[in-house]
């Protein structure tokens, strides 16, 4: 007796239906396997995706960390140098912070009645504009108001035109109107409160973390070189790689500090001669915004240009103050920077130019500042990696 059960012909014919009808003439499927190479890229793309997750999410830690960085390599020399004579780190690295805070709240104190006036008189410089354009919409038409006029009657026309054709069908439509929120200078206080306590919070904590790390000399630099591996080749490379990262951000600092001192009495000088009242501030800012690489100049120009149309009530001395400003950063950031930061730290300038956009899109303000130095270190990194060898190529000249 046979164990088979019996199948039906309809079910059979369902069966046979569900089946894919293999082709005698077809060759025959293989299945590739994904390559190697390919994985490791899709590997490699979503570790740097979820790199930049992290430092977007943790800005609030990392842009403090940085900072201390930077100001630990730009210092350390001086507080190596007073060590070698028998002078403790800890009372050095003191004494260098405590002595930069002085000096720059003395100079805040000093320059604060000028700058008090020079920011009150900004909203009278905007109304003073506000009314010069006015009065230049009131005179006699031109020919691109003319083309305007025309457009708008067109506008009209066509306005009408639609809304004859198309009224019956609008009967019983509500108008909605919306209406803009009142201003409240409750929320504005206390966000700007909220502003400057986080600021201060920062600064506070930029310090100690300098200080900690002036303190601590080359501690971990020496725990760096000890747990990179047993090897001797792998500790000889991460010598290397943090010898060239702090002669690179030393020198990138150098330049930078004396791009800054130039443009601020280059600044201050010419807008002295042109006889713009508030010059020694003028320079003061210019110097200390020239650190914020493309958006610094931008805000000098403008501001400067809008105090002198207020001051002098001419067009032209604007056009005048804004140009000088413009030449004076143009030459530095364009000439003389771009010339010096290839011959310290040999790197492509259009890379940097695409990774200091980025970092700035990630960071903001603070990622313009510490993009060029991160870029360094990434540099320097990849340069004695062998797998990593072609990034530092592509940032390299």
Known sequence: MSDETPVSDEVSDAIAATRTPVDPKAPPHVLLPLPADVRSVMLVVLTCIAVLAVLKWASGFFIPLMISLVFSYALSPVVDWLARRKIPRALSA??????????????????????????????????????????????????????????AELQKAAEEAGGATSAPNARGVARVIIEKPRFDLRDHLVSGTLGLASLLGQIVLVTFLTYFMLMSG??????LVKITGPGLSEKKLTVQALDEINAQMQRYLVVQLAASVGVGLATGIAFAML????????????????????????????GASLVAFLQFGQIDMALLVGGISLLINTIEGYLLVPWATSKTSRMNAVA??????????????WGLLLGIPILMAIKAVCDRVDHLKPVGELLGT
Do not use: C
């Open 94 to 151: 003191a004494v260098l912070i405590l002595g930069i805070l002085g000096a720059a709240g003395s100079s805040v104190y000093a320059l604060a009645d000028d700058a008090n006036e020079l920011i009150t008189s900004l909203p009278a410089a905007a109304a003073k504009l506000r009314d010069s354009v006015r009065k230049q919409a009131r005179a006699p038409d031109t020919t691109l108001e003319t083309v305007q006029k025309a457009a």
């Open 352 to 365: 940097v130019f695409i990774g200091v956009l980025a970092w700035g899109w990630l960071w903001g303000v």
């Open 218 to 223: 080359d501690t971990f630099r020496r725990k």
């Open 275 to 302: 006889g713009l009242n508030h010059a020694a501030v003028w320079g003061v800012a210019a110097g200390v915004l020239n650190l914020v690489p493309y958006m610094g100049s931008l805000v000098v120009t403008g």
